[in-house]
């Protein structure tokens, strides 16, 4: 069964560090490109950030740019989400997302075929 679980949310002080995990089961990260999303209540999901399946391509939001960064461990069979300098306006429960036909490329639409079920970010002092 394909599975994808995002961890490390929490609540966090303005300017402020979290990585956020997602690793995978039943199928290998390796050959998916991976998108992190969000959503904040009353907002529609929102692609954040996203790399390609063999990693030589990144796309980023222009609200995070220079902020977040993403990362693929393959040995662990999981993608991180590092965020620093969060603002509140980051605030949102965060979704990692993989698709298996994305080839040399990735999205931030939402159109993936595996997601997981999120991971709550509140930014606030």
């Known amino acids: 069964q394909l599975q994808l679980v995002e961890s490390g949310g929490g609540l966090v002080q303005p300017g402020g560090s979290l990585r956020l995990s997602c690793a995978a089961s039943?199928?290998?990260?390796?050959?998916?490109?991976i998108g992190w999303f969000r959503q904040a209540p009353g907002k529609e999901r929102e692609g954040v950030i996203c790399?390609?399946?063999?990693?030589?391509?990144?796309n980023y939001a222009d609200a995070v740019k220079g902020r977040f960064t993403i990362s693929r461990d393959s040995a662990k069979n999981t993608v991180y989400l590092q965020m620093n300098s969060l603002k509140p306006e980051d605030t949102a429960v965060y979704y990692c997302?993989?698709?298996?036909?994305?080839?040399?490329?990735?999205?931030?639409?939402?159109?993936?075929?595996?997601w997981g079920q999120g991971t709550q970010v509140t930014v606030s002092s």
């Open positions: 039943g199928f290998t990260f390796d050959y998916y490109a």
């Open positions: 997302a993989a698709d298996p036909l994305m080839f040399g490329r990735c999205d931030l639409s939402p159109g993936y075929v595996y």
């Open positions: 790399i390609s399946r063999w990693g030589d391509v990144s």
